[in-house]
């Protein structure tokens, strides 16, 4: 590839992001926040997963791979950040469920791991909702206008 093919590149992912509804790097910053999150308690809640250390840390890689690789180029990749998102709010509810049916304890790990699954929960909804804006104005290939 030559530099003025890399340049075209460039211009052209830039002009995409002028979509209607494109919230790609919202979500991107929410995947990156939310994996930043799970790996810096991962060691405060090892002894009360339920499940083994594996499934965060494969959650932790999955967001931020999708986030890597992100772009309003590919309309592909704003697809996956859809059903990542969606498996993310699900995962982690999932979770705080899990972490509501220990046995009742006066922990604070217990009662911080339940808090903090509720709030990714939360967090990835808002993902799963710019996601699904951002799909949907992809889908529909509308522009912005130059009025604003």
């Known amino acids: 590839?030559?530099?003025?093919?890399?340049?075209?590149?460039?211009?052209?992912?830039?002009?995409?992001?002028?979509?209607?509804?494109?919230?790609?790097?919202?979500?991107?910053?929410?995947?990156?926040?939310?994996?930043?999150?799970?790996?810096?308690?991962?060691?405060?809640?090892?002894?009360?997963?339920?499940?083994?250390?594996?499934?965060?840390a494969t959650v932790v890689a999955v967001l931020v791979i999708a986030a890597g690789i992100a772009n309003p180029a590919q309309r592909w990749t704003m697809v996956?950040?859809?059903?990542?998102?969606?498996?993310?709010?699900?995962?982690?509810?999932?979770?705080?469920?899990?972490?509501?049916?220990?046995?009742?304890t006066d922990d604070w790990q217990q009662s911080f791991l339940f808090l903090e699954n509720h709030v990714l929960a939360l967090l990835f909804l808002i993902a799963l909702y710019y996601s699904i804006k951002t799909t949907r104005g992809r889908l529909l290939k509308k522009h912005v206008t130059d009025q604003e």
């Open 1 to 56: 590839m030559s530099l003025i093919d890399l340049d075209a590149f460039s211009l052209d992912a830039h002009k995409r992001k002028g979509l209607v509804h494109y919230y790609g790097d919202n979500v991107r910053t929410i995947f990156l926040i939310g994996s930043i999150a799970v790996l810096l308690s991962l060691p405060l809640f090892t002894r009360l997963l339920t499940e083994t250390i594996i499934y965060p």
């Open 80 to 104: 996956l950040n859809t059903i990542i998102s969606a498996g993310a709010v699900a995962f982690f509810e999932y979770q705080a469920l899990l972490v509501s049916h220990l046995p009742a």
